[in-house]
């Protein structure tokens, strides 16, 4: 793939690629987390936060994108990087 033959993938394609399959992560990760760990009992040192399990099932989730998220970007970034070395050495 030449340069040219990466920017034709629009630039919203590109964000799709790497924010659809963190987003499949975030919901499994989220599912298995809560199903083990109770909202309730992550608030160290008995603070009494008024936050809903459902605000806080929310937030987790949120989390565990951003997690996947920044991954996903990384591994575009370091095959894209990768990609544009070797095509340097002429490989």
Do not use: C
Request: aromatic share 18%; proline share 5%.
């Amino acid at each position: 793939m030449e340069g040219s033959e990466l920017d034709r993938f629009p630039r919203t394609q590109r964000a799709i690629a790497v924010m659809w399959p963190s987003f499949l992560v975030a919901i499994a990760a989220s599912g298995v987390f809560f199903s083990a760990f109770n909202p309730r009992d992550l608030f160290p040192f008995d603070l009494d936060i008024h936050v809903s399990p459902l605000a806080a099932y929310s937030i987790g989730f949120l989390l565990f994108w951003l997690l996947a998220l920044v991954s996903s970007y990384g591994t575009l970034y370091f095959i894209l990087s990768n990609y544009r070395f070797l095509k340097k050495q002429g490989n």
